[in-house]
């Protein structure tokens, strides 16, 4: 089992940034890619970014350029750094993580950006 903790969500104005943590921690080595999703209120929970073992990368297009997915395996840390931040982004982001599904979720965390 993999258990995720997200942190870092809360407050900000448009065209703020903030930064999300996902902390993973039991059977790490199971784990090949990690990413982040959100549910927009009324749609199906879409994938904002994802990372493999491999430092492979994708972005969703709507946040291409102003977000950046990254990992600290020594930490087993993932992280979501948001910038240029806009209301549509407002929504609880879940850390996930697996092999050849998402077999694990976090909590969620949320973020609100105000206009």
């Known amino acids: 089992q993999v258990q995720l903790v997200e942190s870092g969500g809360g407050l900000v104005q448009a065209g703020g940034s903030l930064r999300l943590s996902c902390v993973a921690s039991?059977?790490?080595?199971?784990?090949?890619?990690m990413g982040w999703y959100r549910q927009p209120p009324g749609k199906q929970r879409e994938s904002v970014a994802q990372?493999?073992?491999?430092?492979?990368?994708n972005y969703a297009d709507s946040v291409k350029g102003r977000f950046t997915i990254s990992r600290d395996n020594a930490k087993n840390t993932m992280y979501l750094q948001m910038s240029n931040l806009k209301s549509e982004d407002t929504d609880v982001y879940y850390c996930?993580?697996?092999?050849?599904?998402?077999?694990?979720w976090g909590q969620g965390t949320q973020v609100t950006v105000s206009s």
């Open positions: 990372i493999t073992s491999g430092s492979s990368i």
């Open positions: 996930v993580a697996g092999a050849e599904a998402w077999a694990y």
């Open positions: 039991g059977s790490i080595a199971t784990i090949i890619a």
